[in-house]
């Protein structure tokens, strides 16, 4: 396979798993979990700006989104801000057509066996009492899960570019002191800046103007998930390490060397 070859296949498939991961993301985060009762602890209780009894109850789509920010680290290291902003803005755009098609989805009429499908009718009379108790309405469940609110999305969208126009930023900056050397600095601290953004933005839109939180419940929640998604930045820094070492093994160390070069100068 020839250098040309093997640099835009490494862009497709970073840029595939980039764009998959952003909507999965935005998809699954409907669901609030306790990652303290999933460790098998009890929970935390912060307090800040006045808000007490915070702990770690935090949306699925924090579980794939400090990995999207590692990969755009990787994305910019080797292809740049245009690299970058290229994936961004259709990560962004196929956002936006995923949620008007689910939009569309939960507003068509249902077949009239739809809603109770979940039912199997061999199963006894207490069985599916018992399984509709669970479920409900399928149409329902579907409308509830699928139709999140607009301001949610606007918020998520926004803060999504905000952050990741700050860590391209931060990035180049940052490499621009320290060269090819740390990379862990330039990786982990642009993604600890970026997640600042990130982290208060899509709350501030999505429940401050959107919800009528207070302000004080915004930031403290922004402060809970920062926590997270900081503390997720470093634990997740050797991973940055071992996808260099793979596609620089992929590449080459000549072609490496100069797509890390071309970037840095894009």
Known sequence: MNNFKRQHLLFLVLGAYFVANAIIAEFIGVKIFSLERNLGIDPFSFSFFGESQLSLNLTVGVLLWPLEFVMTDVINEYYGKRGVKILSNLAVGLIIYAFLMVFMGIHLIPADFWPQSHINPAWSAEKQASELAKVGN????????????????????????????????????????????????????????????DSFVVLFIAFYIGADWSLSLVLAIGVVNYIYKGSMAILLTPLIYLMHFFIDWFLGKSLAEKMKSEAQNS
């Open 138 to 197: 399928y149409n329902y469940a579907y409308e509830l899960v699928f139709g999140q609110g607009l301001w949610i999305i606007i918020g998520s969208v926004i803060a999504f570019l905000i952050g990741q126009v700050t860590d391209v930023f931060a990035f180049h900056k940052i490499k621009k002191i320290t060269g090819e050397k740390k990379v862990w600095l330039r990786a982990t601290g642009s993604t600890l800046i970026s997640q600042i953004l």
